[in-house]
Protein backbone atom coordinates (compact mmCIF):
# COMPACT_ATOMS: atom_id res chain seq x y z
CA UNK A 1 0.00 0.00 0.00
CA UNK A 2 1.32 3.46 -1.09
CA UNK A 3 1.92 6.21 1.63
CA UNK A 4 1.79 8.94 -0.66
CA UNK A 5 0.43 10.28 -3.58
CA UNK A 6 -3.62 9.70 -5.33
CA UNK A 7 -5.65 7.21 -3.03
CA UNK A 8 -9.44 6.31 -2.28
CA UNK A 9 -11.35 6.83 0.67
CA UNK A 10 -15.13 5.73 0.61
CA UNK A 11 -14.58 5.29 -3.45
CA UNK A 12 -13.48 8.67 -3.79
CA UNK A 13 -10.26 10.41 -5.19
CA UNK A 14 -8.11 12.07 -2.67
CA UNK A 15 -4.69 13.63 -2.67
CA UNK A 16 -3.11 14.60 0.68
CA UNK A 17 -7.10 14.94 2.26
CA UNK A 18 -8.28 16.97 -0.11
CA UNK A 19 -11.06 15.47 -2.23
CA UNK A 20 -10.13 15.91 -6.26
CA UNK A 21 -13.83 16.03 -6.34
CA UNK A 22 -13.79 19.04 -4.21
CA UNK A 23 -10.59 20.72 -6.62
CA UNK A 24 -12.94 20.04 -9.72
CA UNK A 25 -16.11 21.93 -8.40
CA UNK A 26 -13.70 24.47 -7.07
CA UNK A 27 -10.85 25.31 -9.50
CA UNK A 28 -13.71 23.82 -12.57
CA UNK A 29 -12.28 21.50 -15.68
CA UNK A 30 -9.83 20.84 -17.11
CA UNK A 31 -7.10 21.31 -14.24
CA UNK A 32 -3.99 20.08 -13.86
CA UNK A 33 -3.29 18.78 -10.38
CA UNK A 34 -0.10 18.45 -9.10
CA UNK A 35 1.30 16.53 -5.45
CA UNK A 36 3.93 18.54 -3.85
CA UNK A 37 4.90 14.67 -1.55
CA UNK A 38 5.27 12.98 -5.31
CA UNK A 39 7.59 15.42 -6.40
CA UNK A 40 9.82 15.22 -3.52
CA UNK A 41 9.71 11.74 -3.14
CA UNK A 42 11.32 11.66 -6.84
CA UNK A 43 13.32 13.99 -6.24
CA UNK A 44 15.04 12.55 -3.17
CA UNK A 45 14.92 8.83 -4.48
CA UNK A 46 17.41 10.43 -7.51
CA UNK A 47 19.45 12.76 -5.07
CA UNK A 48 20.26 9.42 -2.94
CA UNK A 49 21.63 7.87 -6.17
CA UNK A 50 23.47 11.01 -7.08
CA UNK A 51 25.20 12.17 -3.45
CA UNK A 52 27.55 9.73 -3.79
CA UNK A 53 29.26 11.19 -6.65
CA UNK A 54 28.42 14.39 -5.37
CA UNK A 55 25.81 14.52 -7.86
CA UNK A 56 23.87 17.79 -9.30
CA UNK A 57 19.96 17.16 -10.55
CA UNK A 58 19.07 20.19 -12.98
CA UNK A 59 15.25 19.79 -13.57
CA UNK A 60 14.87 19.82 -17.48
CA UNK A 61 12.46 22.98 -17.12
CA UNK A 62 10.75 22.04 -20.48
CA UNK A 63 9.19 19.08 -19.09
CA UNK A 64 6.80 21.72 -16.75
CA UNK A 65 7.77 25.14 -16.97
CA UNK A 66 5.77 26.68 -14.12
CA UNK A 67 7.10 29.21 -12.48
CA UNK A 68 5.53 27.81 -9.19
CA UNK A 69 6.55 23.92 -10.25
CA UNK A 70 10.33 25.37 -10.57
CA UNK A 71 10.38 27.27 -7.27
CA UNK A 72 9.54 24.10 -5.49
CA UNK A 73 12.30 22.25 -7.45
CA UNK A 74 14.24 24.71 -6.64
CA UNK A 75 13.77 24.80 -3.21
CA UNK A 76 14.20 21.35 -2.79
CA UNK A 77 17.47 22.08 -4.36
CA UNK A 78 17.38 20.79 -8.20
CA UNK A 79 19.04 23.78 -10.33
CA UNK A 80 17.75 23.75 -13.87
CA UNK A 81 18.40 22.63 -17.21
CA UNK A 82 16.75 24.87 -19.76
CA UNK A 83 16.87 24.98 -23.80
CA UNK A 84 15.88 28.65 -24.63
CA UNK A 85 16.06 32.10 -23.03
CA UNK A 86 12.46 31.56 -22.22
CA UNK A 87 13.19 28.91 -19.82
CA UNK A 88 16.19 30.99 -18.82
CA UNK A 89 13.69 33.91 -17.85
CA UNK A 90 11.53 31.84 -15.80
CA UNK A 91 14.19 30.54 -13.47
CA UNK A 92 15.41 33.66 -13.14
CA UNK A 93 12.28 35.06 -12.30
CA UNK A 94 11.84 32.41 -9.41
CA UNK A 95 15.33 33.15 -7.99
CA UNK A 96 17.41 29.92 -9.31
CA UNK A 97 20.96 31.03 -9.08
CA UNK A 98 22.53 31.64 -12.75
CA UNK A 99 25.39 29.13 -11.57
CA UNK A 100 22.90 26.46 -11.24
CA UNK A 101 21.43 26.25 -14.57
CA UNK A 102 22.76 24.90 -17.82
CA UNK A 103 21.74 25.37 -21.00
CA UNK A 104 21.48 23.04 -23.30
CA UNK A 105 19.59 23.16 -27.03
CA UNK A 106 20.52 22.97 -30.85
CA UNK A 107 19.46 25.96 -32.34
CA UNK A 108 20.32 28.88 -29.29
CA UNK A 109 20.09 31.97 -31.07
CA UNK A 110 23.08 34.52 -30.70
CA UNK A 111 20.65 36.77 -28.27
CA UNK A 112 20.24 33.60 -26.26
CA UNK A 113 24.28 32.44 -25.84
CA UNK A 114 24.60 36.36 -25.12
CA UNK A 115 22.08 36.85 -22.98
CA UNK A 116 23.42 33.43 -20.74
CA UNK A 117 26.69 34.64 -21.09
CA UNK A 118 26.13 38.14 -19.17
CA UNK A 119 24.09 36.23 -16.37
CA UNK A 120 27.01 34.07 -15.89
CA UNK A 121 25.24 30.85 -15.92
CA UNK A 122 26.85 27.40 -14.86
CA UNK A 123 27.12 26.43 -18.60
CA UNK A 124 26.02 26.09 -22.32
CA UNK A 125 25.98 22.41 -23.85
CA UNK A 126 26.80 23.04 -27.19
CA UNK A 127 26.35 21.01 -29.76
CA UNK A 128 27.57 21.82 -32.98
CA UNK A 129 30.99 23.02 -34.68
CA UNK A 130 29.09 26.51 -35.69
CA UNK A 131 27.41 26.68 -32.16
CA UNK A 132 31.37 26.66 -30.87
CA UNK A 133 32.42 29.51 -32.99
CA UNK A 134 29.49 31.82 -32.24
CA UNK A 135 30.17 31.43 -28.55
CA UNK A 136 33.91 31.92 -29.07
CA UNK A 137 32.84 35.16 -30.73
CA UNK A 138 30.49 36.51 -28.58
CA UNK A 139 32.68 35.93 -25.03
CA UNK A 140 35.03 37.61 -26.88
CA UNK A 141 32.84 40.97 -27.71
CA UNK A 142 31.11 40.99 -24.56
CA UNK A 143 34.78 39.90 -22.86
CA UNK A 144 33.30 37.24 -20.09
CA UNK A 145 34.40 33.95 -19.43
CA UNK A 146 31.46 31.29 -20.28
CA UNK A 147 31.95 27.18 -19.41
CA UNK A 148 31.09 25.32 -22.48
CA UNK A 149 30.29 21.49 -22.47
CA UNK A 150 30.15 19.71 -25.48
CA UNK A 151 27.06 17.57 -26.22
CA UNK A 152 28.42 14.38 -27.73
CA UNK A 153 26.11 12.14 -30.16
CA UNK A 154 27.72 8.54 -29.42
CA UNK A 155 25.14 7.10 -31.92
CA UNK A 156 23.55 5.35 -29.76
CA UNK A 157 20.17 3.54 -30.29
CA UNK A 158 18.05 4.61 -27.25
CA UNK A 159 15.24 1.57 -27.58
CA UNK A 160 12.35 4.40 -27.42
CA UNK A 161 9.66 6.09 -29.39
CA UNK A 162 11.04 7.85 -32.74
CA UNK A 163 9.97 11.13 -32.00
CA UNK A 164 12.36 11.92 -28.23
CA UNK A 165 15.10 9.50 -29.40
CA UNK A 166 17.91 11.97 -29.73
CA UNK A 167 21.28 9.86 -29.76
CA UNK A 168 21.68 8.59 -32.99
CA UNK A 169 23.53 9.99 -36.10
CA UNK A 170 19.63 10.12 -37.35
CA UNK A 171 18.98 12.88 -34.93
CA UNK A 172 19.99 16.68 -34.92
CA UNK A 173 21.29 16.66 -31.83
CA UNK A 174 24.92 16.83 -30.68
CA UNK A 175 28.32 16.10 -31.81
CA UNK A 176 29.66 13.69 -33.51
CA UNK A 177 32.39 11.50 -32.70
CA UNK A 178 34.94 12.05 -35.42
CA UNK A 179 34.52 15.84 -34.36
CA UNK A 180 34.74 16.03 -30.92
CA UNK A 181 38.35 16.17 -30.93
CA UNK A 182 38.46 19.48 -33.04
CA UNK A 183 35.78 20.79 -31.26
CA UNK A 184 37.69 20.78 -28.06
CA UNK A 185 40.93 22.07 -29.55
CA UNK A 186 38.90 25.16 -30.48
CA UNK A 187 36.89 25.62 -26.57
CA UNK A 188 41.10 25.23 -25.69
CA UNK A 189 42.19 27.95 -27.74
CA UNK A 190 39.14 30.38 -26.89
CA UNK A 191 40.53 33.15 -24.20
CA UNK A 192 36.77 33.78 -22.87
CA UNK A 193 35.69 30.32 -22.65
CA UNK A 194 36.32 27.59 -20.12
CA UNK A 195 36.19 24.04 -21.47
CA UNK A 196 33.79 22.35 -19.01
CA UNK A 197 33.46 19.08 -19.68
CA UNK A 198 31.17 16.85 -21.85
CA UNK A 199 27.12 16.41 -22.03
CA UNK A 200 24.93 13.43 -23.67
CA UNK A 201 21.20 12.81 -23.91
CA UNK A 202 20.26 9.92 -26.06
CA UNK A 203 16.35 9.91 -25.79
CA UNK A 204 13.62 10.08 -23.22
CA UNK A 205 11.35 7.62 -21.75
CA UNK A 206 14.65 4.95 -21.30
CA UNK A 207 13.99 1.82 -19.28
CA UNK A 208 16.97 -0.17 -20.69
CA UNK A 209 19.87 -0.77 -18.58
CA UNK A 210 22.25 -1.65 -21.53
CA UNK A 211 20.99 1.98 -22.98
CA UNK A 212 22.64 3.74 -19.92
CA UNK A 213 25.72 1.64 -19.55
CA UNK A 214 26.62 2.19 -23.45
CA UNK A 215 25.99 5.53 -23.17
CA UNK A 216 27.88 5.88 -19.75
CA UNK A 217 30.73 3.92 -20.89
CA UNK A 218 31.19 5.52 -24.37
CA UNK A 219 31.36 8.83 -22.54
CA UNK A 220 33.46 7.88 -20.14
CA UNK A 221 35.91 6.52 -22.95
CA UNK A 222 35.81 9.75 -24.59
CA UNK A 223 36.44 12.15 -21.59
CA UNK A 224 39.92 10.06 -20.68
CA UNK A 225 40.66 10.64 -24.30
CA UNK A 226 40.15 13.67 -24.32
CA UNK A 227 42.38 13.90 -21.13
CA UNK A 228 44.97 12.03 -22.56
CA UNK A 229 45.89 14.50 -25.20
CA UNK A 230 46.00 17.45 -22.29
CA UNK A 231 42.51 18.70 -22.11
CA UNK A 232 40.83 19.75 -18.88
CA UNK A 233 37.07 17.52 -18.70
CA UNK A 234 36.07 17.74 -15.78
CA UNK A 235 32.16 18.06 -15.97
CA UNK A 236 30.30 15.25 -17.48
CA UNK A 237 26.61 16.08 -17.70
CA UNK A 238 24.61 12.31 -18.30
CA UNK A 239 21.34 14.16 -19.13
CA UNK A 240 17.85 12.56 -18.25
CA UNK A 241 15.45 10.83 -20.00
CA UNK A 242 14.38 8.21 -16.81
CA UNK A 243 11.91 6.09 -17.75
CA UNK A 244 8.06 6.27 -16.27
CA UNK A 245 5.89 3.63 -16.41
CA UNK A 246 2.64 5.32 -17.08
CA UNK A 247 0.59 1.66 -17.53
CA UNK A 248 1.65 1.11 -13.51
CA UNK A 249 0.45 2.24 -10.05
CA UNK A 250 4.16 2.98 -8.96
CA UNK A 251 5.21 4.82 -11.86
CA UNK A 252 8.75 5.33 -10.81
CA UNK A 253 12.16 3.31 -10.77
CA UNK A 254 15.66 4.99 -11.35
CA UNK A 255 16.92 1.60 -10.74
CA UNK A 256 18.56 0.62 -14.47
CA UNK A 257 20.18 4.48 -14.52
CA UNK A 258 21.67 3.46 -10.72
CA UNK A 259 22.95 0.49 -11.85
CA UNK A 260 24.96 1.55 -14.85
CA UNK A 261 26.11 4.93 -12.94
CA UNK A 262 27.61 2.44 -10.08
CA UNK A 263 29.18 0.17 -12.28
CA UNK A 264 30.53 2.86 -14.50
CA UNK A 265 31.54 5.58 -12.49
CA UNK A 266 33.74 5.33 -9.54
CA UNK A 267 33.12 8.19 -7.32
CA UNK A 268 33.78 11.36 -7.47
CA UNK A 269 35.79 10.51 -10.79
CA UNK A 270 34.39 13.18 -12.49
CA UNK A 271 31.67 16.23 -11.19
CA UNK A 272 28.60 14.06 -12.53
CA UNK A 273 25.16 16.19 -13.27
CA UNK A 274 22.05 14.78 -14.47
CA UNK A 275 19.13 17.04 -16.02
CA UNK A 276 15.80 14.43 -15.69
CA UNK A 277 12.24 16.21 -16.37
CA UNK A 278 9.78 13.84 -15.99
CA UNK A 279 10.60 11.36 -14.02
CA UNK A 280 10.43 14.23 -11.26
CA UNK A 281 7.22 15.41 -12.12
CA UNK A 282 5.23 13.34 -14.38
CA UNK A 283 3.44 11.04 -11.90
CA UNK A 284 2.97 13.96 -9.58
CA UNK A 285 0.19 15.29 -11.78
CA UNK A 286 -3.45 14.51 -12.59
CA UNK A 287 -5.36 16.31 -15.09
CA UNK A 288 -9.65 16.76 -14.20
CA UNK A 289 -11.76 16.62 -17.34
CA UNK A 290 -15.42 16.34 -16.91
CA UNK A 291 -17.48 14.56 -19.31
CA UNK A 292 -19.77 17.13 -21.76
CA UNK A 293 -22.24 14.13 -23.25
CA UNK A 294 -21.52 10.47 -24.08
CA UNK A 295 -22.55 8.75 -27.08
CA UNK A 296 -22.84 5.96 -29.06
CA UNK A 297 -22.14 4.22 -32.36
CA UNK A 298 -22.63 0.22 -33.02
CA UNK A 299 -18.78 -0.37 -32.39
CA UNK A 300 -18.14 2.99 -29.56
CA UNK A 301 -18.59 4.44 -26.53
CA UNK A 302 -17.46 7.94 -26.51
CA UNK A 303 -17.44 10.07 -23.51
CA UNK A 304 -16.71 13.48 -24.57
CA UNK A 305 -14.53 15.58 -22.51
CA UNK A 306 -13.80 19.11 -21.88
CA UNK A 307 -10.00 18.76 -21.98
CA UNK A 308 -8.85 18.18 -25.41
CA UNK A 309 -5.64 17.36 -27.45
CA UNK A 310 -4.78 21.22 -27.05
CA UNK A 311 -4.54 20.59 -23.24
CA UNK A 312 -2.91 17.03 -23.12
CA UNK A 313 -1.23 16.21 -26.66
CA UNK A 314 0.77 12.94 -25.76
CA UNK A 315 -1.94 10.86 -26.75
CA UNK A 316 -2.19 11.90 -30.31
CA UNK A 317 1.48 12.56 -30.66
CA UNK A 318 3.26 9.61 -29.01
CA UNK A 319 0.43 7.37 -28.65
CA UNK A 320 1.19 7.47 -24.62
CA UNK A 321 -1.35 5.95 -22.64
CA UNK A 322 -2.16 7.59 -19.65
CA UNK A 323 -4.56 5.86 -17.21
CA UNK A 324 -8.20 7.37 -16.85
CA UNK A 325 -9.77 6.91 -13.40
CA UNK A 326 -13.80 8.01 -12.19
CA UNK A 327 -13.19 10.62 -9.22
CA UNK A 328 -15.71 8.34 -7.49
CA UNK A 329 -16.29 4.64 -7.98
CA UNK A 330 -19.73 3.40 -7.75
CA UNK A 331 -20.53 -0.41 -7.03
CA UNK A 332 -23.53 -0.52 -8.74
CA UNK A 333 -22.04 0.64 -11.90
CA UNK A 334 -20.78 -1.98 -14.82
CA UNK A 335 -17.68 -1.54 -17.15
CA UNK A 336 -17.65 -0.53 -20.25
CA UNK A 337 -14.94 -0.05 -22.81
CA UNK A 338 -14.89 3.44 -23.85
CA UNK A 339 -13.16 5.96 -26.03
CA UNK A 340 -12.26 9.39 -23.71
CA UNK A 341 -12.37 12.08 -26.71
CA UNK A 342 -12.19 16.07 -26.72
CA UNK A 343 -14.37 17.79 -28.39
CA UNK A 344 -11.50 18.96 -30.77
CA UNK A 345 -12.31 18.52 -34.87
CA UNK A 346 -10.18 16.01 -35.49
CA UNK A 347 -9.94 12.24 -34.83
CA UNK A 348 -6.86 12.35 -33.35
CA UNK A 349 -8.30 14.30 -30.49
CA UNK A 350 -8.32 11.51 -28.23
CA UNK A 351 -7.34 11.24 -24.47
CA UNK A 352 -7.46 7.56 -24.49
CA UNK A 353 -9.18 4.38 -26.76
CA UNK A 354 -10.88 1.65 -25.70
CA UNK A 355 -10.27 2.20 -21.86
CA UNK A 356 -12.78 0.00 -19.73
CA UNK A 357 -14.05 2.45 -16.89
CA UNK A 358 -17.38 2.20 -15.02
CA UNK A 359 -20.29 3.40 -16.20
CA UNK A 360 -19.79 7.01 -16.64
CA UNK A 361 -22.50 9.62 -17.46
CA UNK A 362 -22.65 13.09 -18.25
CA UNK A 363 -21.11 16.02 -15.66
CA UNK A 364 -19.35 13.15 -14.46
CA UNK A 365 -15.46 14.04 -13.78
CA UNK A 366 -12.60 11.80 -14.81
CA UNK A 367 -8.93 11.91 -13.81
CA UNK A 368 -6.04 11.32 -16.27
CA UNK A 369 -3.17 10.32 -14.43
CA UNK A 370 0.45 10.83 -14.48
CA UNK A 371 0.42 13.98 -16.58
CA UNK A 372 2.71 16.12 -14.71
CA UNK A 373 5.29 16.27 -17.49
CA UNK A 374 4.92 17.51 -20.80
CA UNK A 375 1.17 18.06 -20.19
CA UNK A 376 0.29 21.56 -19.54
CA UNK A 377 3.31 22.54 -21.01
CA UNK A 378 2.34 21.31 -24.49
CA UNK A 379 -0.82 23.33 -24.60
CA UNK A 380 -1.63 24.82 -27.33
CA UNK A 381 -5.00 27.22 -28.56
CA UNK A 382 -6.03 25.32 -31.38
CA UNK A 383 -10.15 25.83 -31.55
CA UNK A 384 -9.14 29.05 -29.87
CA UNK A 385 -9.63 26.80 -26.56
CA UNK A 386 -7.76 28.62 -23.82
CA UNK A 387 -5.74 26.47 -21.34
CA UNK A 388 -6.36 24.72 -18.02
CA UNK A 389 -5.63 25.94 -14.31
CA UNK A 390 -3.03 24.49 -12.86
CA UNK A 391 -3.68 23.65 -8.86
CA UNK A 392 -0.46 22.54 -6.79
CA UNK A 393 -1.43 20.46 -3.46
CA UNK A 394 1.28 21.53 -0.24
CA UNK A 395 1.19 20.40 3.20
CA UNK A 396 -2.99 19.61 2.47
CA UNK A 397 -3.59 23.00 0.82
CA UNK A 398 -4.46 24.02 -2.72
CA UNK A 399 -2.33 26.62 -4.24
CA UNK A 400 -3.29 27.87 -7.99
CA UNK A 401 -0.23 27.79 -9.83
CA UNK A 402 -2.44 29.39 -13.10
CA UNK A 403 -5.24 30.63 -13.74
CA UNK A 404 -7.81 29.80 -16.55
CA UNK A 405 -7.00 31.61 -19.28
CA UNK A 406 -10.04 33.61 -20.86
CA UNK A 407 -11.01 33.97 -24.51
CA UNK A 408 -10.66 37.69 -24.43
CA UNK A 409 -6.40 36.62 -23.75
CA UNK A 410 -6.62 34.84 -27.00
CA UNK A 411 -8.12 37.43 -29.07
CA UNK A 412 -5.61 40.20 -27.04
CA UNK A 413 -2.35 39.52 -29.72
CA UNK A 414 -4.33 39.47 -33.27
CA UNK A 415 -4.82 43.02 -35.00
CA UNK A 416 -7.59 43.42 -37.04
CA UNK A 417 -6.68 45.16 -40.35
CA UNK A 418 -8.94 48.46 -41.42
CA UNK A 419 -10.06 47.20 -44.57
N1 LIG B 1 17.96 16.98 -21.42
C1 LIG B 1 17.78 17.18 -22.74
C2 LIG B 1 18.88 17.68 -23.55
C3 LIG B 1 16.53 16.87 -23.33
O1 LIG B 1 16.36 17.06 -24.63
C4 LIG B 1 15.48 16.37 -22.52
C5 LIG B 1 14.16 16.07 -23.09
C6 LIG B 1 15.72 16.20 -21.14
C7 LIG B 1 16.98 16.51 -20.63
C8 LIG B 1 14.68 15.70 -20.19
O2 LIG B 1 14.23 14.43 -20.52
P1 LIG B 1 13.22 13.64 -19.54
O3 LIG B 1 13.97 13.34 -18.25
O4 LIG B 1 12.06 14.53 -19.28
O5 LIG B 1 12.84 12.43 -20.29
N2 LIG B 1 7.39 15.65 -25.07
C9 LIG B 1 7.92 14.32 -24.96
C10 LIG B 1 9.30 14.30 -24.31
C11 LIG B 1 10.31 15.16 -25.02
C12 LIG B 1 11.67 15.14 -24.35
C13 LIG B 1 12.57 16.16 -24.95
N3 LIG B 1 13.85 16.27 -24.31
C14 LIG B 1 6.91 13.45 -24.20
O6 LIG B 1 5.87 13.94 -23.80
O7 LIG B 1 7.14 12.27 -24.03
Known sequence: MRKIGYYRKSGELFLQNISLKKLADDYGTPTFIYDSKLIENSFYLLKNIMDPFNGKIHFAVKSNDNLGIIKYMNNLGAGADVVSIGELKRCLKVSVKPQDIIFSGVGKRKDEIEFAINQNI????????????DIIEISKDIKKKVNVALRVNLDINAKTHKKISTGDENSKFGIIYDEIVNAYKLLNEASFVNPYGLAVHVGSQLFDY????????KIKNLAFELKNLGFKVNHLDLGGGFGVDYAAENALNYKSFSKALNEVF?????????????????ESGVLLTKVIRTKSTNIKNFLIVDAAMNNLIRPTLYNAIHSIKPL????????????????????????????????????????????GAYGSVMRSNYNSRPSAAEVFIFDNKELLLRQREE???????????NF
Open 122 to 133: KQLNAESIEEIK
Open 266 to 282: KKKEFQISVEPGRSLIA
Open 407 to 417: IDQLLELDIIP
Open 328 to 371: KLKSDRSIRKYDVVGPICETGDFLGIDFNLQETKKNEVLAIMTC
Open 210 to 217: EVFFQTFS
